[in-house]
């Protein structure tokens, strides 16, 4: 069983190391070209790269699969299955009609809810109790294939982007395997999405994480833990960009206008918003260290009663 396996981000790399640790033949590693890191760093490598890299793999990084030579090149590594974990380009109809056991994706939600870019900051932004995994056949739409299989996985009140991921990419592999010897052995019948229920999640923009301090406490909650690690989360003192790393909502009863900080019992400081506070847990102001709140209130102690402005 000859795959070519296609992805990106950590979070397909374990079900890479999957594939080479159950014994299949991974002809080849397709993953994206390394990217310009900021601040002189040069190009950095995709964490797929990363890990093929060290696993002795064939590594291939084309700038589009619809490039001339790209097919030609693909068939050359004789695919029986192709196997995608956020590869960051869609497949071409001659690239999905060239292995037999066709093209299998492993995508972090519960399709169709979130097909498309961001499916587990989606998630955490909608408040959603659950996450999960799919598994589909490929075809040319947008996560719209028929789905193999699901694992769903609850998702925490501290989760974030990063740390949701993290779980998902472990839930992914593991299915994976239980889908990959269904499907070879003929015992898995494809299922339809229901195109009713299917919701899409577009790519985050830099300027999302900018606070708004007039949405709810709940909404920008869970904006801080849907947009880290990145684009972060943040607000505007002093002509400085501070950083609100870690939050939680507090009762709608706390009085606070909005983008007005206060302090809180607990030592650490609040900050208003459309519908409540938001408690403050962890912060980093422009050119600094990460803080507790009350850490860094003791090096910013006019920093109680200041207005952050919103965003709007």
Not at 17 to 26: K, R
Not at 166 to 187: F, M, N, T, Y
Not at 270 to 280: A, E, M, P, Q, R
């Amino acid at each position: 069983m000859r795959v070519v396996f296609m992805g990106s981000p950590r979070f397909a790399v374990p079900s890479l190391e999957y594939l080479v640790s159950a014994g299949y033949e991974v002809a080849a590693v397709y993953t994206q070209p390394d990217s310009t890191g900021g601040r002189g760093r040069g190009l950095a490598a995709s964490p797929v790269k990363e890990a093929a890299s060290a696993l002795g793999l064939t590594i291939v990084q084309p700038q589009s699969l619809k490039a001339p030579g790209a097919v030609e090149q693909l068939a050359g590594f004789k695919p029986d299955i192709i196997v995608v974990a956020a590869f960051g380009q869609l497949l071409p109809k001659p690239v999905l009609e060239l292995p037999r056991l066709g093209c299998l994706n492993v995508h972090p939600s519960l399709l169709p809810r979130f097909r498309g870019a961001s499916p587990v900051a989606a998630a955490i932004l909608a408040g959603d109790g659950f996450s999960g995994v799919s598994i589909i056949l490929l075809d040319e739409g947008m996560d719209s294939g028929p789905v193999l299989g699901r694992a769903q996985l609850a998702v925490a009140d501290s989760d974030t982007t990063a740390s949701l991921s993290a779980k998902l990419s472990l839930v992914g592999a593991g299915l994976l395997g239980e889908v990959l010897v269904g499907w070879i052995r003929e015992e898995l019948t494809p299922q339809p999405q229901d195109e009713a229920q299917a919701t899409y999640c577009k790519p985050i923009a830099k300027d999302e994480g900018e606070i708004d301090w007039q949405l709810s406490a709940i909404e920008i909650w869970r904006r801080v833990r849907a947009f880290y690690p990145w684009p972060g989360s943040y607000s505007r003192w002093r002509g400085k960009t501070l950083k609100v790393i870690e939050a939680a909502p507090l009762s709608p009863q706390t009085p606070a206008k909005a983008g007005e900080v206060v302090a809180l019992d607990s030592g650490g400081f609040g900050i208003g918003s459309g519908d409540g506070t938001l408690n403050v847990l962890r912060v980093q102001l422009e050119g600094k260290q990460a803080l507790s709140a009350a850490e860094f209130l003791r090096g910013q102690r006019d920093f109680i009663g200041a207005v952050l402005p919103s965003s709007r």
